[in-house]
């Protein structure tokens, strides 16, 4: 079902004149946190990608249109090697089976989260896609998040693993260390 929706992006990018991004796809394990926030990474494999995945809630009133299991996370993508990162704010749907998708409006939103969201309409549009195929909860999560995220072993988050694809992430050279 990802990669149907990438492929309609895609074609939908191309329809409106857009140059077609790099697009990554591959497998995300994230944490999801009893604070709400999230913390995991994604692999693209055979081209050995990794990288790093954080993400907060984001405080803002539920258009009333939203169901009570959704909330906007701005979520960071973090390249190690490089030593930078860049955000991008997505709509978080399901409790503990989470599932990611880019925000396509923001009405209805305080102005400083609406900022945030018109931002990545502008010429570097990054595009996230998630949606959890396995979920970990109890001992499995718990043994999941010692082998693979030994930092965060002890918080009672579980745990989503599934497809997720990105396009548009550039790291430039120009930009800043973190």
């Known amino acids: 079902m990802v990669a149907e ?17 790099e697009v990554k796809e591959g497998v995300a394990s994230i944490a999801l946190l009893p604070s709400g926030s999230i913390s995991g990474h994604f692999i693209q494999l055979p081209h050995s990608i990794c990288y790093g995945l954080q993400g907060t809630e984001l405080a803002c009133e ?85 082998q693979y995220m030994p930092k965060l072993a002890g918080l009672d988050a579980v745990v989503n693993i599934g497809k997720m694809r990105i396009s548009g992430l550039e790291f430039d050279e120009t930009e800043e260390d973190f």
């Open 5 to 21: 929706e990438g492929k309609a992006v895609e074609e939908r990018e191309r329809l409106e004149g857009e140059e077609v991004k």
């Open 62 to 146: 539920t258009e009333c249109s939203r169901g009570e299991d959704y909330r906007l996370i701005k979520l960071t993508i973090i390249d190690y090697n490089r030593k930078k990162e860049k955000d991008v704010v997505v709509e978080c749907q399901g409790h503990d089976a989470a599932r990611f998708s880019n925000v396509n409006h923001a009405h209805g939103w305080e102005k400083d989260v609406a900022g945030m969201v018109e931002q990545k309409h502008e010429k570097n549009r990054i595009s996230v896609s998630f949606e959890c195929e396995t979920l970990k909860a109890d001992k499995a999560a718990e043994d999941h998040i010692r």
